[in-house]
């Protein structure tokens, strides 16, 4: 018994030691990442100001295509967001033993993507003070009103969810960081102090913590299918075509669990190599992700075919232009590689177990996270460039759309921030809950000694001699 | 035994091509093709004279643009011509605006040929991107006058289309379409379903102006008539205020339709409120719960550190 707990804790130090190690080295190959990052980020606020300063006009964005790349990106972050409260919310409710490792990167995920996803639309604005006008002005019918309440609610929702679980990291993170000579170590005990609110893991903390979390687990996935539906509200409560759908609502959230599973996966992957966390995050754990993203891509594109099938069938007037356009004019490469390099390739290549091996399963998720981008454009800028009334007597570049360099400076310069800021959080904090995983180590081990009590005992039983009758 | 073959299929090189293809797909789809021969184009050149008398000719320029649809072409270089007995001698050069379309304002030094007729020659000349393109205009001036009496029920007006002779005297046109419409906020509107007249030989065309045509506060309508794009006097058009409208008040109450009401239904406010009230109320709880985490620490009882 004594061995055995000698042995947990020989496991648990080793688990601290992995999960803390990146946060007390910065090697030269991060430094110069994160000097990359800040100088892209630097490149994107130049473009910002550029545009800032001339108005949206130094854009491509003209007066029928008025949502570009930006919003376009805000709706993809938006559903990358997806993936905390997917992985974490979910796995915790179903008490998914795996799922300790991962839920750290995909709460984090979320509440980066949520972050620069709500400064998108303030970029788009051309004027960033007006968006206090919907605050000023705002209607509550309007789902504008709507969406910017759920984004916002969900936004602090997310903080709180990634919040929570590091409680007691923090504190270990304060307990453990006894060099504090430099001004960098200062604030990082200044930091893990004031971020683990005084927690020193008594009965009455664990029981406060585990009832918030608990809460927050059931409250945050109504409020996370709510904000998907609502960014869908934008499109389909117009009476745009292409956009004019009752599946909507649905179907962009069908979309945001699909492309936000597979960020957690690249994530996985990522600090996985990174950190040297190969223990922890086990071939395993992709393939299970592996069979969620399949499911949810299978979903995905069943919520494709209502999509478009159902309007194509009937090629409605207004409809049968857009759809043409799709299908067979000059979107058509992009739409049907998304529909077979996107949907349905990896949907073949994630049926087989050798497609859920880590290596390749990083791949098709990147394959996916770029084509759920590139569906949102396809969702947005066809449809704004075929409006009711017909495009006539404007210029020409009006009735076409591409991004010009304005715009891919500023969507790369919040990619950039997004990856800084994700950089930044797993060199101050550990990546993975420690405490989670630390707990299910406990679990096994209670688990393996249960077993081999019950071996043991089920000896005993064998082994008693038989009696004999009379 | 037959050895199985092992036909490997590089799989990620394929991914990645995909991926590759899809970024190139996007960035191809809907951009012009450049580095082409230079394009057709067409000009449209028409005489406009104004309800002000302000006169100008415009050269309306397209060009074929992508998926084979005529747009305008914007930035393109006109040479305005007028034609002489020695040949077209140059008034001016124009660049078309982003609707493709340049403007010459009509040149009082202008002359007129024994006939009254103004000459005028439109070219796209040596330009790096269009072929070469030449369109002529002959036009005459026409003068356009409304009449009428506005204490008359029957609301009539007479449209009378003149020309002035070489010795200074309006001639009265005759034959020539007029139509009449309404002044209305964003543009002309018919003022009737037959709403052109042809001039009779005393060059007079008599409309009545419909009883039913709404005319804001005040009631007043602004009549306007028009020859539109006639072959001889090109597009002429004329103005005149009359008290022949409709009284409207106005709307109180404009968008008496769903949700796009100006006031939010009471169940929408009150379901918003449930919905984020509910939420915002346990995020609060949960910052009670930190707070009360955070006031532990003062009572820190060693004995319950390991749980």
Redesign the interface.
């Known amino acids: 018994m004594q061995q055995d707990r000698q042995l947990i804790n020989n496991e648990i130090e080793i688990l601290r030691e992995d999960c803390l190690r990146p946060t007390n080295k910065w090697s030269g190959t991060a430094k110069l990442w994160i000097g990359f990052l800040l100088a892209v980020l630097g490149w994107g606020i130049y473009a910002y100001v550029h545009q800032l300063r001339y108005g949206l006009g130094v854009t491509a964005m003209r007066n029928y295509v008025s949502w570009g790349l930006y919003i376009t990106t805000f709706v993809f972050f938006i559903g990358i967001s997806h993936s905390g409260t997917l992985v974490s919310a979910i796995l915790r409710i179903t008490k998914q033993e795996w799922r300790r490792p991962i839920t750290r990167s995909a709460e984090l995920l979320t509440w980066v993507s949520l972050f620069w996803g709500g400064i998108m639309p303030i970029i788009d604005l051309g004027r960033p003070g007006r968006i206090f006008n919907i605050v000023i002005f705002g209607?509550?019918?309007s789902p504008l009103v709507?969406d910017v309440?759920c984004i916002f609610?969900y936004f602090?929702?997310s903080t709180?969810f990634l919040f929570?679980p590091m409680?007691p990291d923090m504190a270990l993170c304060r307990d453990r960081l006894k060099n504090t000579k430099t001004r960098f170590n200062k604030f990082k005990k200044w930091l893990y102090t004031k971020m683990a609110?005084?927690?020193?893991?008594?009965?009455?903390?664990?029981h406060?913590?585990e009832?918030?979390m608990t809460?927050?687990t059931i409250?945050i996935i109504p409020?996370a299918v709510s904000v998907h539906t609502v960014v869908s509200y934008i499109f389909a409560m117009t009476l745009r075509t292409g956009w004019n759908s009752t599946v909507f609502g649905p179907y962009f959230v069908a979309g945001a669990l699909y492309s936000g599973s597979a960020g957690v996966i690249l994530g996985m992957f990522v600090f996985r190599k990174l950190y040297k966390l190969e223990k922890y995050i086990t071939p395993k754990h992709f393939d299970l992700m592996g069979r969620i993203v399949l499911a949810l891509t299978l979903i995905y594109a069943y919520m494709n075919l209502n999509e478009y099938w159902i309007p194509a069938y009937k090629m409605a007037t207004a409809e049968g232009h857009l759809l043409r356009d799709l299908f067979s004019?000059?979107?058509s490469?992009?739409f049907w590689?998304?529909q077979f390099?996107?949907v349905l390739?990896p949907i073949i290549?994630m049926s087989f177990p050798k497609?859920r091996r880590p290596?390749?399963l990083a791949?098709?998720c990147?394959?996916i996270v770029?084509?759920a981008w590139?569906k949102r454009?396809i969702i947005i800028v066809p449809t704004m460039?075929h409006p009711h009334t017909p495009i006539q007597?404007?210029?020409?570049?009006?009735?076409?759309?591409?991004p010009n360099w304005v715009e891919w400076s500023v969507t790369l310069g919040a990619l950039a921030g997004m990856l800084l800021i994700i950089t930044l959080f797993s060199k101050l904090f550990p990546m993975m809950a420690v405490w989670e995983v630390e707990e299910g180590i406990k679990i096994n081990h209670e688990k393996e000694l249960a077993a081999k009590i019950r071996e043991k005992m089920e000896a005993e039983i064998n082994f008693q001699p038989a009696v004999k009758p009379g | 035994m037959k050895k199985k073959k092992n036909i490997k299929i590089p799989?990620?090189k394929t991914?990645?091509v995909?991926?590759a293809?899809?970024?190139f797909?996007?960035?191809?789809?809907?951009?012009?093709s450049t580095g082409q021969d230079k394009k057709e184009s067409s000009i449209d050149l028409s005489f406009y004279k104004k309800a002000d008398l302000g006169k100008t000719i415009s050269a309306v320029v397209t060009?074929m643009?992508?998926?084979g649809?005529w747009?305008?072409?914007?930035g393109v270089n006109i040479n305005f011509y007028t034609q002489n007995k020695s040949g077209p001698a140059i008034l001016k050069s124009v660049v078309t605006n982003?609707?493709?379309i340049a403007i010459l304002p009509f040149p009082d030094s202008l002359s007129k040929d024994a006939q009254g007729l103004y000459r005028i020659i439109a070219r796209i000349e040596n330009n790096s991107l269009y072929k070469d393109v030449e369109e002529k205009i002959e036009f005459k001036e026409a003068n356009l006058m409304l009449k009428f009496n506005p204490a008359d029920s029957a609301h009539e007006v007479t449209a009378m289309v003149t020309e002035t002779g070489s010795d200074g005297k309006e001639i009265p046109v005759a034959e020539t379409e007029v139509s009449f419409f309404v002044q209305r906020l964003f543009g002309t509107m018919p003022a009737n379903e037959e709403y052109v007249v042809s001039t009779d030989k005393d060059g007079e065309a008599v409309f009545s102006y419909p009883g039913d045509i709404k005319g804001g506060r005040t009631g007043k309508i602004t009549m306007v008539a028009k020859i539109l794009d006639n072959k001889l006097f090109g597009t002429v058009e004329t103005k005149s205020d009359a008290p022949w409208g409709i009284v409207v008040p106005v709307e109180t109450n404009p968008f008496p339709r769903a949700?796009?009401?100006?006031k939010?239904?009471f169940q929408?406010?009150i379901t918003?409120v449930l919905i984020?009230g509910g939420?915002?109320t346990?995020?609060f709880?949960?910052f009670y719960?930190?707070k009360?985490?955070?006031?532990?620490?003062?009572i820190?009882?060693v004995s319950?550190?390991?749980?």
């Not at chain 2, 747009?71 to 914007?74: G, I, K, L, Q, R």
């Not at chain 2, 009360?292 to 003062?298: A, D, G, P, Q, V």
């Open positions: 209607r509550v019918q709507w309440i609610s602090v929702g709180i929570l409680i609110v005084g927690w020193q893991g008594t009965k009455t903390q664990w406060r913590l009832k918030s809460i927050m409250i409020i004019g000059s979107y490469k992009v590689t998304l390099g996107t390739l290549i497609g290596n390749l791949i098709v990147v394959i770029i084509g590139a454009y460039l007597h404007v210029p020409a570049d009006w009735a076409t759309y591409f | 799989v990620s991914l990645l995909i991926a293809s899809l970024l797909n996007m960035a191809t789809a809907q951009m012009d060009t643009g992508i998926n649809k747009v305008p072409a914007n982003p609707r493709g949700l796009i009401m100006p939010a239904p929408l406010i918003l984020f939420i915002w346990t995020y709880f949960i719960q930190l009360k985490i955070n006031e532990e620490t003062r820190k009882n319950e550190i390991n749980r």
